[in-house]
């Protein structure tokens, strides 16, 4: 297992081989550490994250809520996530045309 440089907890499950895989793998992390809730689990080894904040609006004076939606590898050795699971997601290289981060830890139940 490789340092990723970033102190998470060392996934539990096994390798499967994939190449995407920042602990087994050949895919190097950088830039961005990002926290979400996951949304979605359509889509094969990708895995869609909400994020969401809250913005000031001068001319109201009041708030407005803002999401933010994005799309993250998901390693096998990382294990299952379920809908509602707060996971921790860091920049990579474009693994594809929406995905360009990859998740590094899960944690359990709702945010």
Known sequence: MRDIGVDVKNPTDEWDGDANCP????????G??????VSSLGMQKTITIERNNVRY??????FEKRTSVLSAHLPAC?????VG???????????????SFCVIETTGGEA
């Open 57 to 62: 609006m001068e001319k109201y004076e009041r």
């Open 23 to 30: 602990f087994y793998g050949s895919l190097r992390l950088r």
């Open 32 to 37: 961005q550490v990002l926290e979400g809730t």
């Open 85 to 99: 699971d707060t996971v921790k997601v860091m920049e990579c290289r474009p693994l594809s045309k929406t995905v």
């Open 78 to 82: 990382i294990g299952e996530v379920a």
